[in-house]
């Protein structure tokens, strides 16, 4: 128990300055006078170091012992604070976003290392009853962020953004006391003596292009069209060669797991859980990253931050019932994430037609009951039915989501809100209006049409003015922000629809068999040559 609980102490401190930072980003932009650009390297370097380290570390993790990585993690979140505080006002602009860039990527290395280690030491742990401890343990993500945000409103400007961000430390300091001198248990894989290409069977060369084509999609957009791109403005980073390079990046770890699997085909079932954990990624993360922001624009700011809190309180109260929900209900694992899906589904619809702050309080009930038990949930169906693939597959898992959300979810969210702006203002005969207030840069993503994007400053400027002095091409753009908003919740909403048809013919699939049960490696191995 109190492996579990530094654990979740440890996902906890991650929570807490996930959520710090984003809150103090306009302090920043302030003291330093960061375009949006460079706020936004900041922010996806706490996506892109989470997926090396969580992918890395699952690989390893079997081989090195759970403990040599939590100290890894440790010294990577010391490290991450003192390289983050170093700016100060008066610094060169690139010398504090180097150090800023550096300062964040290191940290979600070390929080990505973490969960290399937590998931599979629970999962290890708690053999008999993955689905609730996994759950327990990422309570502590909304938690994590509740306190944050909290701080955030809390102490304001009163606190230096160094005062509020080093308050993460604390947690740290305590999830590191909770593991020091403890023992790690061993996960079944390791404990059988399994070589890391036994382990990586299962994931094989389907498993191994789902990941290569995420880590194409991140070489060539983050890594290349963002973070190379930004930090050295050469074109290169945009060009067919990167795009090359990126395909190569892919298909070199493709050509990796062939190797060490001996070309391995693959289990189908781990292919469709990291392709359905792949939509989680962008459904859960990619949302979250833009549902206060939303309610917000629909409602107002304030409203928007408070829903924000709710939904992390109704998450971090539920991850606790999981046991209930199996042992009352009789829900096997599939069925949970069947009927959270239907329940995201509703939420979202209910969140795309709200008008007061009561209603957006129900519809945020409704969607946060559905995504609640999707990420632990799926980390416990692979451990229970794919025990020999000990940490590797959770882990690989883990960092296809998390490249997910960075390359598909949270971009094409951004992408549908200015895309259906746009759209409802050409329908509404606003185009002229548009036209004089776009962005100068078209809205792209991915193979989609290019569209004219309202500029964010003049946006902002239109919603700050009071409804009722408004100019019409204030009110204009206000309103079809609003509009964007709502059907932009609704397109959403397609991807928990995609998941529910996945888990659905999952339950089929196991009720054909005889059933959702736990596996161990004897018995996988024996379900694997029936």
């Given at each position: 128990?109190?492996?579990?609980?530094?654990?979740?102490?440890?996902?906890?401190?991650?929570?807490?300055?996930?959520?710090?930072?984003?809150?103090?980003?306009?302090?920043?932009?302030?003291?330093?006078?960061?375009?949006?650009?460079?706020?936004?390297?900041?922010?996806?370097?706490?996506?892109?170091?989470?997926?090396?380290?969580?992918?890395?570390?699952?690989?390893?993790?079997?081989?090195?012992?759970?403990?040599?990585?939590?100290?890894?993690?440790?010294?990577?979140?010391?490290?991450?604070?003192?390289?983050?505080?170093?700016?100060?006002?008066?610094?060169?602009?690139?010398?504090?976003?180097?150090?800023?860039?550096?300062?964040?990527?290191?940290?979600?290395?070390?929080?990505?290392?973490?969960?290399?280690?937590?998931?599979?030491?629970?999962?290890?742990?708690?053999?008999?009853?993955?689905?609730?401890?996994?759950?327990?343990?990422?309570?502590?993500?909304?938690?994590?962020?509740?306190?944050?945000?909290?701080?955030?409103?809390?102490?304001?400007?009163?606190?230096?953004?160094?005062?509020?961000?080093?308050?993460?430390?604390?947690?740290?300091?305590?999830?590191?006391?909770?593991?020091?001198?403890?023992?790690?248990?061993?996960?079944?894989?390791?404990?059988?003596?399994?070589?890391?290409?036994?382990?990586?069977?299962?994931?094989?060369?389907?498993?191994?292009?789902?990941?290569?084509?995420?880590?194409?999609?991140?070489?060539?957009?983050?890594?290349?069209?963002?973070?190379?791109?930004?930090?050295?403005?050469?074109?290169?980073?945009?060009?067919?060669?990167?795009?090359?390079?990126?395909?190569?990046?892919?298909?070199?770890?493709?050509?990796?797991?062939?190797?060490?699997?001996?070309?391995?085909?693959?289990?189908?079932?781990?292919?469709?859980?990291?392709?359905?954990?792949?939509?989680?990624?962008?459904l859960e993360l990619g949302t979250d990253s833009w549902i206060e922001t939303i309610n917000g624009t629909i409602l107002?700011?304030?409203?928007?931050?408070?829903?924000?809190?709710?939904?992390?309180?109704?998450?971090?109260?539920?991850?606790?019932?999981?046991?209930?929900?199996?042992?009352?209900?009789?829900?096997?694992?599939?069925?949970?994430?069947?009927?959270?899906?239907?329940?995201?589904?509703?939420?979202?619809?209910?969140?795309?037609?709200?008008?007061?702050?009561?209603?957006?309080?129900?519809?945020?009930?409704?969607?946060?009951?559905?995504?609640?038990?999707?990420?632990?949930?799926?980390?416990?169906?692979?451990?229970?039915?794919?025990?020999?693939?000990?940490?590797?597959?959770?882990?690989?898992?883990?960092?296809?989501?998390?490249?997910?959300?960075?390359?598909?979810?949270?971009?094409?969210?951004?992408?549908?809100?200015?895309?259906?702006?746009?759209?409802?203002?050409?329908?509404?005969?606003?185009?002229?209006?548009?036209?004089?207030?776009?962005?100068?840069?078209?809205?792209?993503?991915?193979?989609?049409?290019?569209?004219?994007?309202?500029?964010?400053?003049?946006?902002?400027?239109?919603?700050?003015?009071?409804?009722?002095?408004?100019?019409?091409?204030?009110?204009?753009?206000?309103?079809?922000?609003?509009?964007?908003?709502?059907?932009?919740?609704?397109?959403?909403?397609?991807?928990?629809?995609?998941?529910?048809?996945?888990?659905?013919?999952?339950?089929?699939?196991?009720?054909?068999?005889?059933?959702?049960?736990?596996?161990?490696?004897?018995?996988?191995?024996?379900?694997?040559?029936?």
């Amino acid at each position: 128990m109190r492996l579990l609980w530094a654990g979740f102490m440890a996902i906890l401190a991650a929570g807490v300055g996930f959520s710090i930072r984003n809150g103090i980003g306009s302090q920043w932009t302030g003291l330093f006078g960061f375009t949006g650009l460079q706020v936004g390297l900041i922010g996806g370097a706490g996506f892109s170091g989470f997926c090396f380290g969580i992918i890395i570390g699952g690989i390893i993790v079997d081989k090195i012992g759970y403990g040599k990585l939590v100290v890894a993690a440790f010294i990577l979140h010391l490290l991450s604070a003192a390289i983050t505080l170093i700016p100060s006002a008066g610094m060169a602009q690139q010398s504090a976003f180097l150090a800023l860039f550096i300062g964040t990527f290191t940290f979600s290395l070390a929080n990505g290392t973490l969960e290399a280690v937590a998931n599979p030491l629970v999962a290890t742990l708690f053999p008999e009853n993955r689905t609730h401890y996994l759950n327990i343990l990422h309570a502590s993500w909304p938690a994590g962020m509740i306190l944050g945000a909290l701080i955030t409103l809390a102490v304001g400007s009163s606190w230096s953004w160094k005062a509020q961000l080093a308050l993460y430390l604390v947690p740290t300091v305590i999830y590191g006391f909770m593991f020091f001198g403890q023992s790690f248990p061993r996960s079944e894989a390791s404990a059988k003596g399994l070589s890391l290409g036994e382990m990586m069977k299962d994931v094989g060369i389907l498993g191994g292009a789902v990941a290569g084509f995420f880590l194409y999609l991140f070489t060539r957009d983050a890594l290349g069209g963002n973070i190379l791109k930004g930090l050295t403005g050469s074109e290169f980073f945009v060009s067919a060669n990167w795009n090359y390079i990126s395909m190569a990046a892919g298909a070199g770890f493709l050509i990796w797991v062939a190797v060490i699997t001996k070309f391995s085909i693959g289990h189908w079932l781990l292919f469709v859980l990291f392709l359905a954990h792949a939509i989680i990624g962008s459904l859960e993360l990619g949302t979250d990253s833009w549902i206060e922001t939303i309610n917000g624009t629909i409602l107002s700011p304030m409203e928007g931050k408070i829903l924000f809190i709710f939904a992390c309180a109704v998450m971090f109260a539920l991850r606790f019932c999981a046991h209930w929900i199996e042992d009352k209900l009789k829900f096997s694992p599939v069925t949970i994430l069947f009927v959270c899906s239907l329940c995201a589904i509703g939420g979202l619809y209910a969140a795309s037609g709200v008008t007061a702050i009561g209603m957006a309080f129900g519809a945020m009930l409704i969607y946060s009951i559905g995504k609640t038990f999707f990420w632990p949930t799926m980390l416990a169906v692979v451990s229970d039915r794919f025990p020999s693939t000990g940490a590797v597959a959770i882990s690989i898992m883990g960092g296809i989501a998390m490249l997910s959300v960075g390359q598909l979810g949270g971009p094409g969210l951004g992408y549908g809100k200015d895309r259906f702006t746009a759209e409802h203002m050409k329908a509404n005969g606003q185009t002229a209006i548009l036209e004089a207030n776009k962005a100068e840069k078209s809205s792209q993503w991915l193979d989609f049409e290019a569209v004219s994007a309202l500029d964010g400053k003049k946006l902002e400027e239109a919603k700050g003015v009071a409804a009722d002095k408004r100019t019409p091409e204030q009110k204009a753009m206000a309103e079809a922000e609003i509009a964007g908003c709502r059907k932009l919740l609704r397109t959403d909403a397609m991807l928990p629809i995609g998941m529910a048809i996945i888990y659905l013919l999952l339950l089929f699939y196991f009720k054909s068999i005889g059933g959702y049960k736990a596996l161990t490696i004897s018995e996988e191995e024996a379900a694997a040559k029936a």
